[in-house]
């Protein structure tokens, strides 16, 4: 799961902290893939999750927003 602490981004506005979350958690995704592929895992990116309980289920707090979520496993054998 990535969050981001919109608190820690003091500096940039609304529009900005959403964009920079987002692009972060991108960066980040993209290499969990690229690891996965090397060591024969598999994964899935999952944008559509229920954020606000998810949030409750970690104790994150208001200023802390779940970006993305990334599943990492073994490959189904075909």
Same mark, same amino acid.
């Given at each position: 799961?990535? $969050? &981001?602490?919109?608190?820690?981004?003091?500096?940039?506005?609304?529009?900005? +902290?959403?964009? @920079? *979350?987002? %692009?972060?958690?991108?960066?980040?995704?993209?290499?969990?893939?690229l690891?996965? $592929? &090397?060591?024969?895992?598999?994964?899935?990116?999952?944008?559509?999750?229920? +954020?606000a309980? @998810? *949030?409750l %289920?970690?104790?994150?707090?208001?200023?802390?927003?779940?970006?993305?979520?990334?599943s990492?496993?073994?490959?189904?054998?075909?």
């Amino acid at each position: 799961v990535y $969050a &981001a602490d919109f608190a820690r981004m003091r500096e940039a506005s609304a529009d900005e +902290r959403n964009f @920079l *979350a987002g %692009a972060d958690a991108g960066c980040i995704a993209q290499n969990v893939y690229l690891f996965c $592929a &090397a060591a024969g895992l598999a994964t899935v990116v999952r944008g559509l999750i229920d +954020r606000a309980r @998810l *949030a409750l %289920a970690l104790g994150l707090s208001p200023s802390q927003r779940i970006t993305l979520a990334q599943s990492v496993g073994y490959p189904q054998a075909a």
